[in-house]
């Protein structure tokens, strides 16, 4: 008799396999218990075999077997997503919540990166995605309870301490500054800054009637508005992504790569006046700047981050129609006509106005109060040597 192909033990076990699942699906409990068993004792390297002996056995609420087949699959393939997904469901069942929530959170963070899956597959991973928002929010609500009854939400609370709990609970992402070029280390990760942190912008805001008045005799005389983001010689043409010379987003400089425009900022006196004695930064051929920014309708500004995050800006609202708005990592704000805010666009921010009006703002940079002066004049001769090492016009927008 002829020996058996190298071919024919595989499909045979498969055979076997689809029989055990067939009786599986059928509600066939014992029958597939048995096969399985049966299955693993000549081929124990079968992950399929024992997927199906830890859901036979979850169904017959044999917890501690389900269990040990579940850690063969993941003792020899740790990201194996449905192993990950029925061990949390395992525990799940057993009431080991916090559990579950690791494993599923560990299936959904395997698959993000996994390409494309089958069509059963991607159904689980979307219901243990429910789970862990189930999970998420039950957490939140016994941990907000918990809180009251200690008091630690009575009397003034702490919006640092509201933003952990949004955080700790998935409310909020978390952003950090990652400027595109230079990081200096050891600066506070905040996205808006309190207002009280700059005395001077009470009588920038004192302004704002004088500065929107020069703003709409430019805009009734046609004043021209250059794209914000432009091209430069020698330079790839596609980093910069849809707003690379596009005139939807516009600006009319004042002061930029730290030179004054002489004949825009005669039209505009008191906003220069205004500009007087802000701590702007300086640095050669790259700073201080300052514009009229403006937002066409229907514009979005996608998500981007800055150069580096020795600077803050800050925003003066001059014109502000309906449905525009700021985002700053986790923070969304809606601009005030007359209202200043300054924020950190070494986080990751966007900007849009979804209304048919133009928008337009007063927007200069400034230092980050946190340095000391000797720091900022090191950076500024930093950044010096690297203008005299490269020469010319430093590639700087804001």
């Given amino acids: 008799m002829p020996s058996p192909s ?3 033990t595989p499909t045979s076990l498969a055979q076997q396999v689809q029989r055990s699942y067939a009786a599986l699906q059928s509600g066939q ?6 096969s399985f068993e049966s299955l693993l004792q000549t081929h124990p390297e079968d992950r399929a075999s024992w997927i199906g002996l830890a859901m036979t056995c979850m169904q017959l609420a044999h917890w501690a077997r389900a269990d040990q087949a579940l850690e ?14 029925l061990k949390g469901d ?29 069509a059963g597959l991607r159904s689980e991973l979307q219901r243990a995605q429910v789970q862990c928002a189930r999970y998420q929010e039950q957490f939140e609500v016994q941990l907000r309870q918990q809180l009251a009854a200690k008091d630690i939400a009575a009397g003034e609370t702490s919006s640092r301490f509201n933003e952990s709990l949004d955080l700790l609970t998935g409310r909020k992402t978390l952003y950090l500054q990652q ?9 506070p990760q905040i996205q808006f800054y309190d207002n009280k942190v700059f005395p001077w912008i009470s009588e920038l805001e004192a302004a704002f009637d004088e500065i929107r008045i020069e703003l709409q005799a430019l805009m009734a005389e046609r004043a021209e508005f250059e794209p914000y983001v432009k ?12 707003m690379l010379n596009n005139p939807d987003w516009s600006a009319f400089h004042l002061i930029s790569h730290g030179k004054v425009h002489a004949e825009n900022a005669a039209r505009c006196p008191r906003t220069m006046k205004a500009l007087e004695g802000l701590p702007l930064t300086t640095m050669k051929n790259r700073s201080p700047s300052a514009m009229f920014s403006l937002l066409r309708p229907g514009t979005r500004i996608p998500p981007h981050n800055g150069l580096v995050n020795t600077r803050l800006i800050c925003h003066l609202p ?4 309906a449905q525009c708005g700021l985002r700053v990592g986790n923070d969304t704000r809606e601009p005030v006509e007359g209202k200043a805010w300054v924020f950190d666009d070494s986080i990751e921010h966007e900007a849009w106005n979804l209304s048919d009006q133009v928008r337009v703002i007063l927007l200069f940079e400034i230092w980050r109060p946190e340095l000391s002066a000797h720091e900022r004049a090191q950076v500024s001769a930093m950044f010096e040597a690297i203008e005299d090492h490269q020469g010319g016009v430093g590639e700087w927008n804001i």
């Fill in 318 to 321: 001059l014109i502000v129609p």
């Fill in 72 to 85: 063969e699959v993941l003792r020899t393939e740790p990201r194996h997503l449905q192993a990950l997904i």
């Fill in 179 to 187: 400027p595109k070029i230079y990081y200096f280390p050891g600066l």
């Fill in 90 to 118: 395992l525990l799940h069942q057993q009431g080991e919540f916090r559990g579950a929530l690791t494993y599923y959170q560990a299936a959904l963070r395997f698959a993000a990166g996994g390409g494309q899956l089958p």
């Fill in 231 to 242: 091209d430069m010689p020698n330079r790839p043409k596609n980093v910069a992504g849809p």
């Fill in 29 to 34: 409990l014992a029958d597939a218990l048995q």
């Fill in 6 to 8: 190298k071919n024919s």
